[in-house]
């Protein structure tokens, strides 16, 4: 999964956010949405502990943009690297 | 008028089966005026809805890590957007459903109060306040009925004088399904608010008609049904519950929510706490619809075009001879619903002329609310009552008070009242 690449050939670095619910991964969904921030929603990996079967994908360089984008919005459970 | 697909106002195959009455045939559409008991018709963006979810989505939200189940999510989710942007409710999150406002109320009713609570609650509540708070009278919860006036009308001071120190709750509808009086929410949820009792609104009848802001109204549970206002299909209903409520709100009913998955405990968080098991989502689907044709129309504007019907009404009603008005009389101070009877007749007898005699459809008797009745005065025989719609044509209006009119002078007239 983060054996993806950039047009410039490095590889991209993913970071994964999980939530308590669907419906909040969704809300949270709409919000980077709005932001324009790029995202993907993936199942949760298994190797994670999941509380709902999807989770927000993102850049690890958008960490900041993500987390002042949803923080205070939407509860987060949990962030891990890819 | 471009709104609705008038398909399904065709009367005339239906009566042909009947067979009962010739002057039916003539009649190629029939009038409804039962929208208190659900709005019909409906939106075609509603049925479009659900017609698209059977179709092209159909699968199990938030169950599945799949694209059709994500959409099938989505959908709830945009449903909760829609009713939270409606109610003035800043977390759509907070928003939970339901099979209907019977089943929210139960659920904020049930899950709040303990033996030893105190709660009040108005003399026009309907059964699904008044039954679950019956029940739970046997187990010790103590129920305190404020008297409303025979307009229907509650005096919010009775409020404050009402409080005791385990008062739990306070338990208002928001309008009177038998005459649409409504009560000054905004009064009763300030002295909620300052005396620490939970406020909750049964808005069944109000909910997409009449101007809701949980904040402003400082409520802190609402109940709503999706297939009136709404114009949501039957089946759907939610309740919003005030941040901070579910430590104190106990679940209806738990089991599988699609999170937590491992844990054999319900979860704690909205709105999975209170949402067991695969939901409506088809409905979900058209209630979303139906509340974005509402946000569409704007509220205020349905307000008044359905202010503007019930003065109408009343003031026609009110200049028939033999005709007993119920409520307020003034449309300014209620909602599109009007009881009244005939001297002389049954509300049965009067709704059956209405249907067979000019294809006007609308409900007779005690609309599950006999308190309402015995404080208007009209227990236990009940009224006849009229709901137009946001729908409803002024024309059609007309003809309802023309038919009122020869029906209530036939009895005068001393002739048979029998068609």
Redesign the interface.
Known sequence: MSGEKFPGGQKASYRVVLFYSTSGTLVAEKILKRERIEYKLIPVPRHLSSDCGICLRFLREDEGRVMEAIGGKVEIQDIHSL | MGLIDNEGLQWSNLSRKQGSNPNAMKGSRVIYLDNAATSWPKPRETWRAMENFMRHIGAN?????HRL??EA??I??EA?MAVAELLGIED??RVVFSRNATEALNLAINGILRPGDHVIISSMEHNSVMRPLRALEKRGVEIKVLACSPEGELNPQEVEQAIRGNTRLIVMNHASNVVGTLIPLAKVGETACRNGVIFCVDAAQTAGAYPIDVEDMKIDLLAFTGHKSLYGPQGTGGLYIREGLEGVLEPLMRGG??????FQEQ?D?L??RYESGTPNTVGLAGLSAGVRFVLSQRIVQIRANEEAKTQLLIGGLESISGVVLYGSRDARKQIAVVSFNIAGLTPSEVVMELEEEFQILCRPGLHCAPAAHQTIGSFPQGTVRLSPGYLTTEEEIHVILEAVGKIAARVTEGGVAHV
Request: hydrophobic share 25%.
């Open positions: 939200p938030g169950r599945s890590g189940s994500i999510a989505r709830v989710l909760r759509p999150l929510t699609g999170s937590r998955s491992e979860p968080f709105p999975d």
